[in-house]
């Protein structure tokens, strides 16, 4: 290798390191950021533009009808009725699910011989398709007092075919998947919570429930807006357990606008009706989102 070869490259190599020193560092994201406005930034934006307009999503002919769409959503009463089965099962999910996951990351943060086999267990139904879950429950609620879980509890309910139960059905199969996610969550709260503070409160004689109201609650308060922010965004936005079990069904029972707005795109052919629903809900979702995201680490900073 000649001397000039040699110049050449530590010449190459210095320029190298004085446009990496110098760069900006967004410079090196640069292509990611790029793929990402492609793919989510510009679908984005051009769905708020269509929430304006009459697209039947076949097509560039389209016409401006402003709010028109706001309006028919607020007089369509299946859109309406769908706010409120929204709204209830994200309640219901969001309780049950992360009570149950504090109940699990309790007992399997107890020194058990099984206890790593355990989290495996519970958390394995959340790797699971949504889709391949529903399916699995459409058994598991088999409307055949002899099949399912009618027949381990002795009953005749038509889980997913009643409309009063159907909606408390779909919530409970969501909270059977999704509770070994929130006790991950709530896990990483506990081992974060100092062996002394329980010690030190022992030895003042609290007890078991004491204990934890006293020094684990106030210190899982960082797990719980976690597990609250997520099971909740999971609520409003559910889609695939209830397209899979019950298409909506029966009639609009467990209809939610994530169904309602995939049926008005897709069936019926309402692309900008569908997707004025799609922006109230992302509104919607920021909205609780951004209250509770306040609320919480308020009650972070107290705690």
């Keep these: 290798m000649t001397s000039l070869t040699v110049q050449r490259r530590s010449a190459v190599s210095r320029r190298r390191r004085r446009f990496s020193a110098n760069s900006p560092s967004w410079l090196f994201a640069a292509p ?23 697209w039947s999503g076949i097509g560039q002919d389209m016409s401006f009808v402003g709010l028109a769409n706001f309006g028919a959503l607020l007089g369509d009463e299946q859109a309406m009725g769908s706010i409120g089965n929204t709204l209830l099962l ?3 999910i969001v309780a049950v699910q992360n009570g149950v996951g504090l109940l699990l990351a309790l007992g399997v943060n107890a020194k058990l011989k099984s206890r790593a086999l355990l989290r495996v267990i519970f958390f394995a139904p959340v790797v699971v398709s949504p889709v391949m879950v529903a399916f699995l429950w459409k058994y598991v609620y088999n409307p055949d007092p002899s099949a399912g879980l009618n027949g381990l509890l002795g009953l005749s309910v038509d889980w997913l075919g ?25 896990l990483a709260g506990l081992e974060g919570v100092p062996k002394e503070l329980h010690e030190a409160a022992m030895i003042d004689g609290a007890g078991t429930f004491q204990r934890f109201r006293y020094v684990t609650w106030p210190l899982l308060a960082p797990a719980v807006t976690i597990n ?7 609520g409003l936005k559910l ?15 467990t209809e939610t606008l994530s169904t309602v707005l995939y049926k008005q795109a897709f069936v019926f052919g309402k692309f900008g009706y569908s997707t004025a629903i799609a922006l109230v809900l992302a509104l919607f979702v920021a909205a609780v989102s951004l209250v509770q995201v306040y609320y919480l680490r308020n009650r ?4």
């Design 32 to 54: 990611a950021l790029v793929v990402y406005a492609l793919v989510v930034l510009y679908p984005a934006a051009a769905g708020v533009v269509y929430a304006f307009t009459d």
């Design 90 to 92: 994200t309640v219901a």
């Design 162 to 186: 009643d409309p009063s139960v159907a909606l408390w059905s779909i919530a409970g199969m969501v909270v059977w998947q999704y509770a070994g996610y929130s006790m991950v969550i709530f």
């Design 228 to 234: 609250l922010m997520l099971s909740t965004i999971g």
């Design 239 to 253: 889609f695939d357990q209830i397209f899979a079990a019950t298409n909506g069904g029966p009639g609009y029972a």
């Design 300 to 303: 972070e900073v107290s705690a």
